[in-house]
């Protein structure tokens, strides 16, 4: 099962297959990831909190 890179939480494999590039199988960041966004090919901290709960 596909996990984050970034927090090690378990992500669906439909999550992992929108949102990763082809050929990568672990996103590098999730929704359970509330301190960093992806940002392009890239991942960066958050720059404000999210509104989640």
């Given at each position: 099962?596909?996990?984050?890179?970034n927090c090690?939480?378990?992500v669906t494999p439909a999550y992992a297959r929108v949102?990763?590039?082809n050929?990568?199988?672990e996103?590098?960041?999730c929704p359970s990831c509330e301190d960093?966004?992806?940002d392009g090919a890239d991942v960066r901290r958050a720059?404000?909190?999210r509104n989640t709960g």
């Open positions: 099962m596909p996990e984050c890179q090690g939480a378990f949102f990763t590039p050929g990568i199988e996103p590098r960041a960093v966004v992806r720059r404000s909190t």
